[in-house]
């Protein structure tokens, strides 16, 4: 069975609300038909109701059983207008900014996931939000989660026909958040990515430090990070079978391990690449997306108190329907 069809058949064992702002995007209301239809989650639309309504009904888009809250004629909006303002007035919050604030769909969602009356058990943004218009919310309402020292995103990447990592699905991290990660940074990204692994593929994880070298065929400053990272990571966390600093065909092809990493206790089976900045993540997860024609789910989001993924603005109708299953499993494990 597939990655992500395991993830729904899991998702449906604990039915979870999930909350999506962009609901006048009809990407998002097609993901909602196809969660509903599937039965995989309950399922919030956050805007005008009456141009929701409107679009499902022009496109034949079937998004009953949904429920839709328009945020300034809510019988919570006042109350998450002192919420806001409560969380937020040490950082100079005003009512009157809290007021607007709470009108935009992707606030209001995350004060839904922040108030245990609301029900809500996560949220999916990003179709067409930047990732900063979706976490920004996220962090100052939310927080980060008690035990995370760094918020990071991970995709989870499911390459088709390919016998690498675990059977073809690999995590990789971080893709979407963090820029340029210093060695400190990079090792709680591992870490969270270690268990965002265990908690949604369920098999133990093999963590590569990603580099443009193996065991120290090139020295410079970006490698030294990289091997700095990878004591980090083993010191917090001596039970994870962590490697690095190593090329990725060392990562991945035990053959080539063999000869430019003998010794690693990869093996050249990691399931679990950890990229050293940005630019190499995106690269990285694009490429095998689009040449590798893998799915690519994400950017996922790891650190948060309360499940929260980001998209990206050229998902598909069938990603966000896959993302929001993983979001409810997330929402499952949280408990």
Do not use: W
């Not at 998702?11 to 909602?32: G, M, N, Y």
């Not at 590569?208 to 004591?231: D, N, Q, R, W």
């Amino acid at each position: 069975m597939q990655f992500i069809e395991q993830i729904k058949q899991r998702a449906k064992q604990e039915i979870k609300t999930i909350v999506l702002p962009e609901a006048e995007d009809i990407r998002t209301l097609k993901a909602t038909e196809q969660v509903l239809k599937e039965a995989y989650a309950k399922i919030i639309l956050v805007g005008n109701k009456k141009e929701i309504e409107e679009k499902a009904k022009t496109n034949k888009i079937d998004i009953t059983g949904a429920k839709i809250v328009e945020p300034s004629n809510s019988e919570n909006y006042n109350e998450y207008v002192n919420l806001l303002y409560e969380l937020r007035k040490h950082k100079g919050m005003t009512l009157e900014k809290a007021r607007e604030l709470v009108k935009d769909p992707v606030y209001f969602g995350m004060l839904m996931v922040k108030d245990e009356k609301s029900k809500a058990d996560g949220l999916v943004s990003g179709a067409i939000h930047s990732t900063s218009d979706t976490l920004r919310p996220a962090l100052q309402i939310l927080k980060t989660a008690p035990d995370t020292k760094l918020v990071s995103a991970f995709f989870v990447m499911v390459v088709p026909d390919c016998e690498l990592g675990e059977k073809g699905t690999f995590i990789f991290g971080d893709c979407g958040l963090n820029e340029n990660p210093d060695d400190e940074a990079l090792s709680e990204i591992a870490i969270s990515s270690s268990k965002s692994f265990e908690q949604l593929v369920g098999s133990k994880p093999k963590v590569a430090m990603l580099s443009y070298s193996s065991y120290g065929s090139a020295k410079s400053e970006l490698t030294e990070k990289v091997i700095h990272a990878t004591k980090k990571v083993k010191e917090k966390m001596p039970e994870l079978l962590v490697d690095g600093e190593l090329q990725l065909d060392s990562s991945i092809i035990p053959e080539v391990a063999e000869f430019k990493a003998p010794g690693s206790p990869l093996k050249g089976e990691a399931n679990v690449l950890i990229f050293p900045d940005l630019n190499a993540g995106n690269i990285g997860y694009k490429l095998v997306q689009r040449l590798g024609k893998a799915e690519a789910y994400g950017p996922l989001c790891q650190g948060i108190a309360r499940p929260v993924n980001d998209l990206s603005r050229g998902c598909s109708s069938q990603d966000i329907a896959g993302v929001i299953a993983i979001t409810a499993v997330q929402a499952q494990m949280a408990k």
